[in-house]
């Protein structure tokens, strides 16, 4: 079944690349189930065809689903050991700046990865994290991912002046699902290039999207020079899954990183994104986490 999978998402992948090299070029045709009213050539779906939502997919999300690929847990042994894997997250939108130094406190104390917080908490985040191992990331078009490309490029830039080392942007969900993919690759290749050399991690929103949706955000994510594919934001209903990073692991390869993110409270749920394929944690219950408990937090 791997290899079942491995050649689906590489003839998906494929589709998507010839796709973008005909918008580019100027050559894409409009494409119906039925022959299209005043189209020059009245021409009806081809097999080759992926721009038309009426292509049934079905058969390739089925087997996609079935052959998700895991990763083996032994890095990980104890609820400890996952600390360095956790960005220590706080984007609610009324935190406070005594909130986001607590965070960053937190962080250095239990020796996260980072913490993440919105753009205009970043600079305070930065100041506290002067000196430690431990990198402030900004978000960036968050939650919703409708902003112009160019409004996310400028946020980039701003949250990277302010000391941002790393930014999480959200796709645009509702491009990627129209199948607008030369939008789509567009919104996220001006984000990675406003923050070159930072890298870059795409929000992909998985609780919103199917199958196909999710393994094509992927290839694009990659395609556009990210460094990670993200799972949530925590906004928007639903969260991280094991199936949805062992998928997204499967088709990114090692090159890219995951990271599960939305609804992680636990040791358990980490271990369970880790051995999926995840070697990022978001998390605001970060502190539960490495201590063995359970917490509350909707993100």
């Known amino acids: ?21 005909a918008l580019r070029a100027g050559t894409e045709q409009p494409c119906t189930a039925s022959p299209q009213s005043g189209s020059p050539s009245g021409a009806e779906c081809s097999d080759s065809c992926f721009t038309c939502p009426n292509v049934n997919s079905c058969a390739t999300v089925s087997a996609v689903k079935s052959g998700a690929a895991r990763i083996a847990p032994d890095r990980v042994r104890t609820s400890a050991d996952i600390a360095p894997y956790i960005d220590h997250t706080l984007l609610k939108a009324d935190a406070t700046r005594e909130e986001v130094v607590k965070l960053c406190e937190e962080a250095k ?38 902003a112009l490309p160019s409004a996310k490029a400028f946020e980039t830039r701003e949250a990277i002046r302010c000391g941002a080392k790393e930014i999480d942007t959200v796709i645009n969900i509702g491009a990627l699902k129209a199948r607008d993919y030369a939008l789509v690759i567009k919104d996220i290749a ?22 196909e949706d999710k393994i094509i955000g992927c290839v694009l994510s990659k395609a556009a020079g990210a460094a990670f594919v993200k799972t949530s934001t925590g906004f928007a209903g639903g969260g991280a899954t094991a199936e949805d990073v062992a998928l997204m692991r499967r088709i990114v390869g090692d090159d890219v990183g995951v ?18 394929g995840a070697n990022r944690i978001g998390a605001s219950a970060s502190v539960a986490i490495v201590m063995g408990q359970k917490s509350d937090s909707k993100y």
């Open 1 to 21: 079944m791997a290899d079942e999978t491995a050649q689906i998402v590489d003839e998906i992948a494929d589709r998507v690349r010839r796709r973008l090299d």
């Open 190 to 211: 001006m984000v990675v290039e406003a923050a070159r050399p930072v890298p870059v991690k795409v929000i992909l929103e998985t609780s919103q999207l199917s199958m």
């Open 109 to 146: 104390k239990y020796g996260f990865a980072t913490v993440c917080v919105n753009s205009s908490n970043v600079g305070t985040a930065a100041r506290v994290l002067s000196g430690s191992k431990v990198v402030p990331i900004a978000v960036v078009g968050f939650p919703l991912g409708a």
């Open 259 to 276: 990271k599960a993110s939305g609804g992680v409270r636990s040791t358990e749920d980490a271990m369970k994104m880790i051995a999926a």
